[in-house]
């Protein structure tokens, strides 16, 4: 009879441990991003370029008091981030201004996994472009310049405001750079009136 009680006891303890609810860790993730449909309109402004950019962001001059003229922030509020643009008139120096484009994007060395590069050329438009896309964490994950190399230069870089952590903004990032590569494929000087 003993064996027989030890043998149910030993049943009970075998299913109780069995039903118990135990916390587990949860697995880390990142919040889900919707994006928009790629919906665009005209910069037409008053400013010596236009361009075509998207629905779902919003445009604004640069108060900043480092800014000149024709500069501006191009805002994505539902991800965070910012395109600051800011336009240079040539005087002799497109070298000078190509040199620190560049030298500002390869900052970003330190942090960055890799710096991959691609130019973009319309020469009907006269521009020439240079993209900058930045892996890893650094602090903008992609910056560009365009120019006439003649009269006008811009330069743009992507920033978000939140730390960069590569995992979580991928897929934003990836969403914005297909925006931008439209800016430039749509990119256009304006003639002097």
């Not at 075998?14 to 993730?29: G, L, N």
């Not at 040199?99 to 020469?123: G, P, Q, R, W």
């Not at 438009?125 to 240079?130: I, M, V």
Request: with cysteine; proline share 6%.
């Amino acid at each position: 009879m003993k064996k027989n009680i030890s043998i149910i006891i030993l049943i009970m303890i075998i299913f109780s441990a069995c039903t118990e609810d135990k916390p587990m860790p949860k697995p880390r993730e990142y919040y889900r991003v919707s994006f928009p449909e790629k919906e665009y309109q005209q910069f037409l402004e008053d400013y010596p370029y236009s361009f075509e950019y998207p629905t779902y962001a919003v445009i604004i001059p640069d108060t900043d008091n480092n800014s000149e003229l024709f500069w501006i922030n191009m805002q994505f509020p539902d991800y965070n981030a910012t395109i600051h643009i800011s336009y240079k008139k040539v005087n002799n120096d497109v070298g000078q201004f190509i040199e620190d484009s560049h030298t500002l994007a390869y900052k970003h060395v330190v942090k960055a996994d890799a710096i991959n590069e691609a130019i973009f050329m319309d020469d009907s438009l006269k521009t020439f472009c240079k993209l900058y896309s930045i892996e890893g964490n650094a602090a903008t994950p992609m910056q560009f310049h365009i120019t006439d190399s003649v009269n006008h230069f811009l330069r743009g870089s992507l920033y978000f405001n939140v730390s960069p952590n590569k995992d979580s903004l991928t897929p934003s990032i990836d969403f914005l750079i297909e925006d931008v590569i439209h800016i430039m494929e749509t990119f256009e000087w304006k003639s002097k009136k």
